[in-house]
Each structure stands twice: as structure tokens, then as C-alpha cells.
């Protein structure tokens, strides 16, 4: 009589949930032992490119050391990647923009090698470099988003838009809030030129609500357009309607084709008062409005919130690409850098 193959074994109770935890732990593990060897490599990268800048400094070496280093590191190490010219001098340039061995280990070392090289080619600021650095770990970027973030500028712009939520949130949501916003948001994922009207620029948003989504950030959930509000038997509409996960409250926003009006914060808290009181649930924290508008004047936009009870945020967006036509040329692309890189430079390999 043959046994029976072990799939068709019957399973004891709870054996179920016991291999789904294993499973867990297991996952768990391979990527606690991945991220393990990731330090450990970016360590080992710092260290020998610290040693080089040493020895260049102290002892006078020249360039042409980093070719027979090179060589010698290949023929002793055949079965590792990652000792190219290229990438020793990548390990240079590394430990000469992150001289502090703490904050390689907090930071840096924390991320794949070609995430740190990613800002080690765009980034010539140390604060921008240890921001971004601190970004990527806290989302999980990849090295492509990293790169988009860069280049959109992200960390330069969350934050920055006017708003109230100072003194109409409590703390620590207040915070949370203003982090939540940018200023200026960037559009030209849309295609649309600045003559574009309200509604237009509303209807492209939606066709490319993954786009939207992922420039508004983290946190937001698409509710819906047109949004029907029935007060007093007359029909209201919001232009859209989000959700933030992490604030625990509903977005609404509102588009204006021109420059900010300080009227325009009446139709907002209009809105932020039907919302709160038709379709906020009693577990929800109160709404908050962020009316975006083609331009601003900052001084009129903080005035305007100055009275206003409602948590509110004004911003622009930018249609057409924000950078300027200098920075965008002197910028490589991603394709440039990929090919710089080699693929897969992430575990430290090399062309």
C-alpha cells in the first residue's frame, strides 16, 4: 500500500493558522537576514572608501591606485561583484559625503547601495542627501521613486502650503495636517496647458487618480467627483473628495482655474460644514478643506485664514513642469542613471 502524498494528509485543527504564523516568521526572517547583509555591504563600502580617502590624503596616492585596487580585490574576491574603478570610486565619493560613521549606519546603511547612490549623484547637500535618505526608509521608496521624488522636489515642497491648522487642530494632528500638504502641487503628469478651466483640469485628475494619488502622498483615499451634497433641498456639488487614513477625516478640495480670492474660503467651509454634518461618521476626526488654486498671494491667503474657524489649506498647483529649464537640462534622466549604475546595483554588483 503506498503513503499517501503529504498534501493529501489531513491537516489537525489549528494546523492552519500555525503555518500561516510560520509563514509570517519565515518572511519575517529572510527579510530581517536581507536587510542584515544590506548594512553590513554599505558599511563595508563606506569603510573602504574611507581608507582610500585616507591614504590618498595622507600618503599622496594618486587615481591610478583605485585601478590596481581594482584588480587586486577582483583576483582575490572572484566570486564578488561590486569592486569595479567605478564603484570604488562611488565607495570614495560615498564616505567623503558621509563622514559621520553614526549616521551611515542610521541612515544610509539603512538603504541599498544604488538608493545611496541615487543621492549621491543628485544631491550635493548633506541635509538634502540625510532628508531624503530618512524618506525612503520611512516609505519604503524605491529607487525609481526616490528618484521621481528628487527630481519633483518632494521633501522642498511638503509642508509649505498656508494653512490654519496651527490654531483650529489640536497637536499632534495639527502636525500631521501640515505635513499632509504641499505647496505647489505638480500637475504636469496631465498633459494640460495653463489656459486649462477648472472642470478640465478636474476631469484629468481623475483619469489619472494614481498619478494624483501618489502626488498628493501617503494617507489619501479617493472618495469621489462631483460630489452631491443636498442642503435645503438645493443641489451642491464638490469638486473632490478624499479620505486621509492617518488624519482620520475627510478632504475636500476645491479647484480654481485663477488667482486665490479670499471668497473662495466661504464656498470651502460651505462644504467642510455639509461634509462634517452629512457624511462624517462620530469616529471621524472634523474635515479639512485645501483649496488649490493657479497662483496665490501669500499675505492675502494667510489674512484670509486668519478668522476663519474651519481647518483649511491653500496651495498652487503647477501644470506644466516646474523646474526650471536650466536645472532640467543640467539633471540627468533616469535612464542615464540607470545606465551609469548597471543593473542591479541594489546588492552592490556591478556591469
Known amino acids: ?102 549616521i551611515v549606519q542610521q541612515a544610509a546603511a539603512q538603504l541599498p547601495w544604488g538608493h545611496n547612490l541615487v ?37 522642498e515642497r511638503t509642508g509649505k502650503a498656508v494653512t490654519n491648522f496651527v490654531q483650529r487642530l489640536p497637536a499632534p494632528q495639527s502636525d500631521l495636517a501640515i505635513e499632509s500638504l504641499k505647496d505647489p502641487y505638480r500637475f504636469d503628469f496631465l498633459g494640460l496647458g495653463d489656459e486649462a478651466q477648472e472642470r478640465e483640469i478636474e476631469s484629468a485628475l481623475v483619469q489619472h487618480v494614481t498619478d494624483f494619488l501618489l502626488e498628493l502622498g501617503a494617507g489619501f483615499a479617493f472618495v469621489g467627483r462631483q460630489v452631491l451634497l443636498d442642503v435645503g433641498g438645493e443641489e451642491f456639488f464638490i469638486d473632490l473628495l478624499f479620505y486621509h487614513l492617518k488624519l482620520r477625516c475627510y478632504v475636500v478640495i476645491e479647484l480654481k482655474a485663477g488667482k486665490f480670492k479670499p471668497e473662495h474660503l466661504g464656498q470651502l467651509g460651505f462644504y467642510l460644514t455639509a461634509v462634517d454634518r452629512q457624511v462624517k461618521h462620530a469616529q471621524d476626526n472634523p474635515s479639512i478643506g485645501l483649496l488649490l488654486c493657479k497662483s496665490k498671494n501669500k499675505v492675502v491667503a494667510e489674512y484670509a485664514l486668519g478668522d476663519k474657524s474651519q481647518p483649511m489649506g491653500i496651495a498652487e498647483y503647477k501644470l506644466v513642469e516646474s523646474l526650471p529649464q536650466e536645472l532640467q537640462t543640467s539633471l540627468p534622466t533616469i535612464e542615464q542613471i540607470e545606465r551609469e549604475l548597471g543593473k542591479p546595483m541594489d546588492d552592490g554588483t556591478e556591469e
Open 1 to 102: 500500500m503506498t503513503d499517501k502524498p503529504a498534501s493529501l494528509i489531513p491537516a489537525p485543527q489549528g494546523y492552519a493558522d500555525w503555518l500561516s504564523d510560520l509563514k509570517g516568521r519565515i518572511h519575517t526572517a529572510q527579510q530581517r537576514a536581507v536587510l542584515a547583509v544590506n548594512r553590513e555591504l554599505v558599511s563595508l563600502y563606506w569603510q573602504i572608501g574611507r581608507d582610500i580617502l585616507a591614504r590618498q590624503a595622507e600618503q599622496g596616492w594618486g587615481a591610478k591606485v583605485i585601478d590596481r585596487l581594482a584588480h587586486d580585490l577582483r583576483t582575490a574576491f572572484p566570486e564578488m561583484k561590486g569592486f569595479s574603478p567605478r564603484n570604488l570610486k562611488y565607495m570614495r565619493a560615498f564616505a567623503e559625503a558621509w563622514p559621520d560613521a553614526e
Open 119 to 155: 543621492l549621491l549623484d543628485r544631491l550635493k547637500a548633506s541635509t538634502e542627501r540625510l532628508a531624503y535618505a530618512r524618506a525612503a526608509i520611512e516609505h519604503g521608496w524605491s529607487r525609481n521613486m526616490l528618484n521621481i521624488h528628487i527630481e519633483t522636489r518632494l521633501l
